[in-house]
């Protein structure tokens, strides 16, 4: 039996969908309905159902968008960063083996020879180096408070995006934004994402980190022109002149783009497909 | 009626003391027995009691000493940055006023002209500067979380005793280490700073926060050649060679080592002792 914290959320529900199509018996927890941020609650809800792995997809995002954070610092502090950490420890204490949907906006750019950043780097958009948004600096804060503790995934999630139209939806967001910014970023196809996830877990590869990403990065021009391509918009999008005028007009908190290097996971065995051809596809099957 | 958050504490007991010499009607709340970490319970607490003004006593701080903290993430953060946040959007909704236990931890050292910290200057010892221990930081990030609420103390505390032998003293600390580091750091008569920050209430000073420390930094030798003097302490005391020594041997997190100026504090007519006189007030009369 697996234990899903934060099921009725974006990639919450592409795990729900994962595990169904895997037939995998799962329980799938809504925090409005047991408040596992608790850790007596959480330690309860383990010991009355017994699962064998536990997975956190339960976090605090923005409504609508990053900036959201800014507004609601205690619980994205709360979501983010204070219950990685009270699981982190329930679990140790409860022996159970567990993964946490992380996210890549930790980092900003690439390294300095154009690679992505590796699972060893340490993030470079975060509270420690004072450069991020609140969002950003409790999910680098969640990714240290798990430091310790040996048997767990990390799984780091980027811009997600499938073939359904949605406001959490990469694709969406860009058709929907009145202007939009020129940028380099990996990308994480959602169900590709949940199964990689779940396949580091089925194949018992080692604990620890895994940018779970499309290898290859895309830029917003080269989606924009699939988006075009595919007819899945006619729009004439319109793009700022660069990061400062987008900053300047648009954005409260600072953004994370960056590019991951996806080959820790790849090496394992575990297959995600290049980040431009998820979205072809994608766009292929839109709905 | 005066809602007092954390009055079990070490300085929520002093809030008690003072409250209650002054004849004034409070609400002690532990929150083993209302978890006012929920916004919810906080809320409910608030429109049962009626309150006019709220004190904010509660936050982690680790047993026996900052190291603990290391070891207990999530409720550091928890109680000293997801807490404070939560009472001031709860507080601002309900319209009450309140006052917030912070610290001088999140300063180290000294301005650059040798005088103390002001309330003005970014702490220099946060997450944000990355180079302070976890309890420092999520104390840091607690004044951020509050950082736009304007109807809102923030009484900062330093290294707080008084005559009373315990574990949360620092003549107690002093006597109790093996050894000990030379450093400069300005102090906080634990029953002044709690009568000073009920005076900012009292007199109606500006909400914001007020650094409410004894004014004239201390050094340790100086503290424990006065321990010595006052016939408190016949001990031999030994001194680490330097701060570094002291790190290696005996500490886990870096230490706050610092001096703030009290004159926002003193501006309002409110008295706070020399920091040396209230060191030997307490030691004439220590039990």
């Given at each position: 039996m697996i234990l899903l914290l934060g099921g009725s959320g974006y990639v919450g529900e592409a795990f729900q969908k994962q595990l169904s199509r895997r037939g995998i018996i799962f329980a799938s927890i809504a925090r409005r309905d047991c408040d596992y941020t608790q850790p007596e609650t959480l330690r309860?809800?383990?010991?009355?159902?017994?699962?064998?792995f536990l997975i956190n997809s339960a976090g605090y995002t923005g409504k609508p968008n990053v900036d959201g954070c800014e507004l609601d610092k205690e619980n994205c502090l709360l979501g983010?960063?204070?219950l990685p950490?009270?699981?982190?420890?329930?679990c140790a204490e409860e022996k159970l083996v567990w993964g946490h949907v992380s996210s890549g906006c930790i980092y900003t750019g690439e390294r300095p020879d154009g690679s992505g950043f590796r699972e060893e780097d340490l993030p470079n958009f975060s509270f420690r180096t004072n450069n991020c948004s609140f969002y950003s600096g409790t999910k680098a804060m969640g990714e240290e408070l798990l430091g310790g503790y040996p048997d767990c995934y990390i799984w780091r999630l980027r811009m997600?995006?499938?073939e359904i139209d949605g406001p959490r939806n990469y694709i969406t967001k860009l058709m929907r934004y009145d202007k939009i910014v020129e940028f380099t970023n990996s990308l994480s196809h959602l169900d590709e994402f949940v199964n990689a996830c779940w396949e580091t877990w089925e194949r018992r590869v080692p604990f620890g980190i895994y940018n779970v990403v499309n290898p290859g990065p895309v830029t917003t021009k080269g989606v924009v022109e699939q988006m075009i391509k595919a007819g899945v918009s006619n729009k004439n999008f319109q793009f700022f002149k660069d990061e400062a005028e987008f900053m300047k007009?648009?954005?409260k908190a600072p953004r994370s783009?960056?590019?991951?290097?996806?080959?820790k996971l790849l090496k394992c065995g575990i297959k995600m497909s290049d980040g431009y051809?998820?979205?072809e596809r994608a766009l292929?099957?839109?709905v």
């Open positions: 309860e809800l383990i010991r009355k159902t017994k699962p064998h983010n960063a204070v950490g009270v699981i982190a420890r329930v997600p995006f499938n007009v648009a954005a783009n960056c590019v991951l290097d996806a080959s051809e998820a979205v292929k099957i839109w």
